[in-house]
Each structure stands twice: as structure tokens, then as C-alpha cells.
């Protein structure tokens, strides 16, 4: 790619995504600049395929220093939990996140941008897959993951067209694969259930893409890209019962029959969140804005992504395959 002679940040490394853009660039012999926190977990930074600094998205100075010398970002970085104590600090972190590297890229003269979004931006059809042109606004936005997601989306917009940021706009769907380290929800139910611990699940349906895929969809839109367009990466539309029905023949179990409404789980999940909230630990299982989200099968089409920039995502089995394999190298799975 013509941007290998140039260095390259890429926020967000010790990640799931991030770590993928940053291997997929290095891949293709490009010089890569990574961003950490000094919390970040070190699983992913190990043998990391270029220079590391430490720094936070929301610090600015810290953001215009790691920019020093780069001509390509590749803004991947951000606070990716579907619930917190405080669910306002989830939508503070990303906007607040999302503003500061924008600044800084502008101020040091960055010349290329390719900022993660996700389609948790955009509103879901039960009539079936949505495309770009499907966006929601803050206050459509189920959760403040999502409605976070949605603000920073739509300041990078506004960025781009009243102040000639150079950015373009990917929007992944529900990566799965190796290098989930947190995990991810999608990786936690990935998890529960090849350990054997979902014997039920909701009627509901997701976009499974394997995650190298992503990171190679993000290659290929500061490739092909145009500036201000959004991106669809995704790969096939999957429901929930047959994707635990995939997990459990690859773990030789069963795989689970009992479907469950939503409205029942309601009360468990208030008293989950409730829980959680005493005792300071890991975020819930059940939240009631799973819930809610899962009254809509997250359905998406990649169409623009693969006419456009000639993206392609391997069938979402082979990723389910790979997520396995490394859940179970990582001991999360018996």
C-alpha cells in the first residue's frame, strides 16, 4: 500500500480490533506506532509488530505527541461496555475520546483517517439487513454504548465536513476470533456457552465477521475509501440458536432446546445490575439493555463495502472455529 514508506498509529492495540489492524499493517510492511494505556492488558502487545507508546485517547497532549511525525491514523480505541455503574461515563469516554484524537490529528496534519465506528450507530430492521444509509440518532440509540457510538460517529461527520478532517468511517458489525482478550460480550457468550453454561438462549440474531476480516476491511478503506463515507464491515446474518448450536458441535455437547422470552428476564436483569453495582466486580451477564437490544435482529448488509472497496469476510464458521481455538489457548475454556 502507498502508505508503507509512512508511519502509521494505530490507537487501541492491546484490543481485540486493534490488534488486528495493527498486524494487518505490519503484514503488508507498513511502520506502525501503537497506542496504550499503562493499564492495558499486555496479552495482545506481546511480539507487538512495531513501536509502542504509552498514552489516553481524552489527553490531548499525549495525543498530539504520539501523532509527531505520522501521516496515517487509524483510530480504533474505545470504552466498548454495554453497561457501567454509571452508564454516562461510557458516552463521556468515547465523545470525549473520539474529539481529542480528532484535534490532535488536525492540529498535527495527519493526512489520512480511518475512524472505527460500529453499527451499533445505525437502527435495526425486522424486515432484514440494514445498509448506511439506516442512521440513528442519540436519542434512537438503545444503551449508552450504542448512543456513545452514535455522538462520536456524528462528530467525525460534523469534522469532516465543516472542518476538512481527512477521515473515512468503518463500521464493524459483531467481530468474532482470536485475540479477544477481555473478551467482548459476543466473546463472553462465545465462552458460557462452549463451557456449557447457557442452556437457553433469546430468540435473536447478530452479523458475525471474523475479525481479521475487519482489520482487513479497515486496509482496504484508507485504500479505496472516500473521505466522509461510511463503511459497513460485516459478515453473515446468524441466529443466536444457531450459533450456539455451532459452538456446542465443536465442543461435542448438545446443543441447548429451550428458547426464552424476554420479558421474564427483566427482573433478573434489574437485580444482576444491581448486584454488580454493590459489589464493584465484572460487569453482568444479563443487562437490561441486552435485552432490550435483543428484541432486533441485528442484521446488516455489507454490500457498499464489498462493491466499493472490494471487502470480502470469510464464512462466520471459520471464525467461530478460530475464536474457539484461542478462548481455549487462553484457558477460558475447559
Avoid at 114 to 129: F, R
Avoid at 141 to 154: D, F, L, T
Avoid at 208 to 230: F, I, T, Y
Avoid at 318 to 331: H, L, P, T, V
Wanted: proline share 6%.
Amino acid at each position: 500500500m502507498s502508505e508503507s514508506s509512512g508511519l502509521i498509529l494505530v490507537t487501541g492495540v492491546s484490543g481485540f480490533v486493534g490488534s488486528a489492524v495493527a498486524r494487518a499493517l505490519a503484514g503488508r510492511g507498513c511502520r506502525v506506532r501503537g497506542l496504550v494505556r499503562a493499564s492495558s492488558s499486555p496479552v495482545n502487545l506481546v511480539d507487538f509488530p512495531g513501536e509502542l507508546v504509552e498514552g489516553d485517547v481524552r489527553d490531548s497532549d499525549a495525543m498530539e505527541s504520539a501523532l509527531r511525525g505520522v501521516g496515517t491514523l487509524f483510530h480504533v480505541a474505545a470504552d466498548y461496555r454495554l453497561w457501567a455503574p454509571d452508564p454516562e461515563e461510557i458516552v463521556r469516554n468515547n465523545l470525549a475520546g473520539t474529539q481529542s484524537v480528532m484535534r490532535a490529528a488536525l492540529k498535527t496534519g495527519v493526512e489520512r483517517i480511518v475512524y472505527t465506528s460500529s453499527v451499533a450507530t445505525l437502527k435495526p430492521s425486522d424486515a432484514g439487513a440494514v445498509d448506511e444509509r439506516a442512521a440513528a440518532a442519540p436519542s434512537e440509540a438503545i444503551g449508552a454504548y450504542k448512543r456513545s457510538k452514535v455522538v462520536a460517529e456524528r462528530l467525525v461527520e460534523q469534522m469532516v465536513a465543516r472542518e476538512g478532517l481527512p477521515a473515512m468511517i468503518v463500521q464493524p458489525s459483531t467481530p468474532i476470533g482470536p485475540r479477544d482478550v477481555r473478551p467482548t460480550p459476543t466473546g463472553r457468550i462465545i465462552v458460557e456457552a462452549a463451557n456449557g453454561r447457557m442452556p437457553a438462549y433469546l430468540d435473536s440474531g447478530l452479523n458475525l465477521v471474523h475479525v481479521d476480516d475487519v482489520a482487513r476491511g479497515h486496509l482496504l478503506a484508507l485504500e479505496k475509501g472516500a473521505v466522509g463515507q461510511r463503511y459497513i464491515l460485516g459478515g453473515q446474518d446468524v441466529m443466536l440458536g444457531d450459533m450456539l448450536a455451532e459452538i456446542a458441535v465443536r465442543m461435542g455437547r448438545r446443543p441447548p432446546r429451550l428458547r426464552l422470552p424476554r420479558a421474564p428476564l427483566m427482573p433478573l436483569a434489574w437485580v444482576n445490575e444491581g448486584l454488580a453495582r454493590l459489589s464493584g466486580k465484572r460487569d453482568p451477564f444479563l443487562t437490561l439493555d441486552s435485552l432490550r437490544m435483543a428484541r432486533h435482529r441485528m442484521f446488516f448488509s455489507s454490500e457498499k463495502a464489498e462493491q466499493e472497496l472490494g471487502y470480502i469476510a470469510r464464512p462466520w464458521q471459520e471464525a467461530m472455529g478460530d475464536a474457539i481455538d484461542w478462548f481455549r489457548q487462553a484457558g477460558m475454556i475447559r
